[in-house]
Structure formats: C-alpha cells, structure tokens
C-alpha cells in the first residue's frame, strides 16, 4: 500500500523522479533565504521581487520562446532592475522602501502579463505564471542545483555579516565596512533563487517554497541554524506529499506544493514546539528548586 502510493510513482515515472530532484534544489536553495527574509521582515520583498521577476522573463520568452537561457537572463535582469530602483527610489525621495517597491512590482506584474499576451496564448501565461515543475529537463535541473549550490557557499561565507544585518544592521555598519555588502548580496541571492524558482514553481508561486516553510520553522527551532534546517525539511516534505496528491488525484502541481506546505505551516501554528497556540493554552510546568 505505502509502495502504491508514496514509492512507485518516483521509480515508474523519469517526469517524477525529475520533479522530486527540482524541488529537493530548490528547497535547499531558497528555504535558507526564506529564513533570512523572514528574520529581516522582509517577507512580503521577497514576494514583491517574485513579481517583478515577471517582465524580464516575458521579454526573454518573446525573443526566444520557452528557453530556459533567454528566460533566465531577463528574470535575472528585470528583478535586479527593480531592487536598483527602489533604492534609488527610497534613497532619494519620500517614499519608503516598502511603497516604492510595492509600486514597481505592481507595474513589472501588469507588463509581463501584457508582453506574454503579445505572442503567447493562455496557456503560455499560465506556465510563465504557475510553473512546468512536471516538465524539468536536464539544463533545467542543472540550473536549480547550480544555484543551490552558489546559494550555501554565499551563505556559509558571508554568514555572520548577513546574521549581524539581520540582527542590527547600524551596529554591522558602524564597524564593518560588510553592511552594504552583505545588504545587496543578500538581495541577488532572493532574486537568483526566485528565477531559479519561477521555471518550476511559475513567478505566482516560486516564493512560497521560500516563506512558508521558514514560517513555519520559527515553531519549532529557537537559534538560525535550526530554522534553516527545518525549513529545508519542511520545505522537501511539501514537495514530495505535494507530488504524490497531483500524481494520485490529477491536482495542479505547483498549487499542491504550496497547500500541503501551508498544511504543515497551520499545523504548526497550532502545535508547534514553541509559543504555538497549542503551548499557549498549555504551558509547560516548569522545576522549582
């Protein structure tokens, strides 16, 4: 019974086996990031920056159809333009960054859809807009585990700036000359994973597997090596459960991903280890001595 449901698909079916590889790469890519954004309060950037990744992509789909290089660069190149933009939009003028950078998400969605709908059909927009995590090639792949790869050797390297900017950004500037460094290498790395991202999951979608999953870790882990670890393994147990609904009851892939990881995200805001609802209403009796 467990073999039906959960093993066979993934040895009878490349497509499956294909799937699983792209979202283990993406789970190990962009749940660490996702933990930074969240220890940031950066969340909602990181949604935004998924948007703006749209116009970039759409202009590399309408030189060159579906291919993952054109795609790539323009998403690539479009969500760098944006993050340039709000700061110099926030920088020099009164608007704060958040204004500025819901702002120009909203216009990099509206003209990528437009661009899209130039030359492609409905269908098109859908797979720009939700994902083809069903259909990933072997270039495909190589470039998600590619950027995986290029996303922990930054971390591991620039860990302590990036924990300090996190923690406080003034103290990190008044000593180290790191702060801006760390700031806008932390920003390439959320756009980098977002397009890697969007060939799978569509640019609707690609920033789920980043925030849900370290949400959702935040209940179970106190220190940030435990909340990277835990969202990885949250953000792979969604891939795979979400696999095997589409496989088993013909669900929208990328859609299910995202549902079952907001399953485990509720689950444990109702019965996490800490401050849950559920240790709220009954604490732990603590030793007196």
């Known amino acids: ?33 996702g933990v930074f954004l969240m220890l940031r309060r950066m969340s909602l950037t990181g949604d935004a920056i998924a948007h703006a990744i749209l116009p970039g992509a759409a202009i590399g789909y309408l030189i060159s159809g579906l291919s993952l290089t054109a795609m790539t660069f323009g998403g690539l190149i479009a969500g760098m333009v944006v993050v340039l933009l709000t700061g110099l939009v926030t920088r020099n003028t009164i608007l704060r960054e958040d204004t ?3 702002s120009f998400y909203l216009i990099s969605l509206a003209l990528g859809v437009l661009i899209v709908t130039l030359r492609g059909t409905n269908v098109n927009l859908m797979h720009i807009l939700f994902g083809t995590i069903l259909a990933l090639d072997d270039s ?35 000593v180290s000359p790191m702060s801006g460094v760390a700031h806008y290498l932390f920003l390439s790395l959320t756009v980098l994973n977002l397009v890697g991202g969007f060939h799978a999951m569509g640019t609707l979608l690609s920033v789920g597997m980043m925030i849900i999953p370290a949400a959702a870790a935040r209940f179970w882990s106190r220190n940030v090596q435990g909340l990277i670890l835990t969202s990885i393994l949250f953000s792979f147990l969604g891939g795979i459960m979400g696999l095997i609904l589409s496989y088993h009851f013909a669900f929208p892939t990328g859609p299910s ?18 401050e849950s609802l559920f240790v709220q209403l009954f604490p732990r009796t603590h030793l007196e001595g």
């Open 140 to 174: 495909t792949l190589f470039l998600l585990s590619s950027i995986s790869t290029i996303t922990l050797i930054v971390l591991a390297l620039f860990y302590r700036p990036l924990i300090l900017e996190c923690l406080d950004s003034a103290f990190l500037k008044s």
């Open 100 to 102: 500025s950078l819901a």
């Open 257 to 274: 991903i995202i549902l079952v990881i907001g399953l485990i995200y509720i689950s444990s805001i109702l019965f996490g280890r800490y």
């Open 1 to 33: 019974m467990i073999y039906d449901l959960i093993i066979e698909p993934f040895i009878e079916f490349s497509f499956m086996r294909r799937s699983l590889m792209g979202c283990f790469s993406i789970a190990l890519g962009a749940s660490p990031v």
